[in-house]
């Protein structure tokens, strides 16, 4: 199993561009999710999706759109890239451990993100 | 909303000596604390987790301790190695549908030999 992938790992961009950061996922795991990373700040939600076709925002969504089509993947939109947007982005699949409430986060290998 | 404070945010120890590292949490119906240890460059990846029915846990060099009443929680690395110099979060889950993880802001721990 490749686990969960990113395409890029490196991206530059201007003010104004748009692009899409994609993830995918080959353990048929549920719930896939993207998070920023900011030095100082630790790793905050984007968005989360609880399966295919179902998405919902987290804690820093604005700027962001994303969609679950299929159980594999799940790509992170950026509208209009902005200077505050420069940041490290994670994507990380789970899956519920039983009934327990508990369960494993697999993170993806990050893509930075520049935009100038 | 939910919000987990991380202390201390920078940790140095010497090779062999104990390190702790402690989060607080404020949603009392949170009940699945992990704790996920990133290598510079790497993701994060769990190292050890603790569910609210459990006190404590422990692997190998490695503890998490739980006190519910107070609402907080604690890494414990025993006998450090330099390999253990990483940054580390800390994590908690409400007790709603969604898994969603809310982490503290990190502390970076540096084993020196």
């Known amino acids: 199993n490749a686990g969960v992938t990113q395409t890029p790992k490196f991206q530059v961009l201007k003010t104004g561009q748009s692009m899409t950061l994609q993830c995918a996922q080959d353990?048929?795991?549920?719930?896939m999710s993207w998070y920023r990373q900011d030095p100082g700040m630790g790793l905050r939600l984007i968005h989360y999706?609880?399966?295919?076709?179902?998405?919902d925002q987290g804690e820093v969504p604005n700027g962001y759109n994303v969609s679950r089509s299929t159980t594999e993947d799940f790509p992170l939109r950026l509208l209009s890239a902005a200077p505050s947007q420069t940041s490290v982005y994670f994507c990380?699949?789970?899956?519920?451990?039983?009934?327990?409430?508990?369960?494993?986060?697999?993170f993806g290998p990050g893509t930075r993100l520049t935009v100038t | 909303g939910e919000n987990v404070e991380q202390h201390p945010s920078t940790l140095s120890v010497q090779e062999g000596d104990s390190a702790v590292i402690k989060c607080t949490y404020s949603?009392?119906?949170?009940?699945?604390f992990p704790w996920y240890k990133q290598e510079l460059g790497k993701r994060p990846q769990l190292i050890i987790d603790?569910?609210?029915?459990?006190g404590e846990k422990k692997d190998q060099r490695i503890a998490v301790t739980l006190n519910k009443t107070a609402k907080h929680f604690s890494l414990h690395i025993t006998e450090t190695q330099p390999e253990d110099s990483a940054v580390y979060f800390c994590?908690?889950?409400?007790?709603?549908?969604?898994?969603?993880?809310?982490f503290g802001t990190g502390t970076r721990l540096l084993v020196s030999p």
């Open positions: 990380a699949s789970s899956y519920r451990l039983g009934g327990s409430g508990a369960y494993e986060q697999y």
């Open positions: 353990m048929n795991h549920e719930y």
């Open positions: 999706s609880v399966g295919a076709g179902i998405t």
């Open positions: 949603d009392s119906a949170s009940n699945y």
């Open positions: 603790i569910r609210s029915n459990v």
């Open positions: 994590a908690e889950k409400g007790n709603t549908g969604f898994q969603k993880l809310v």
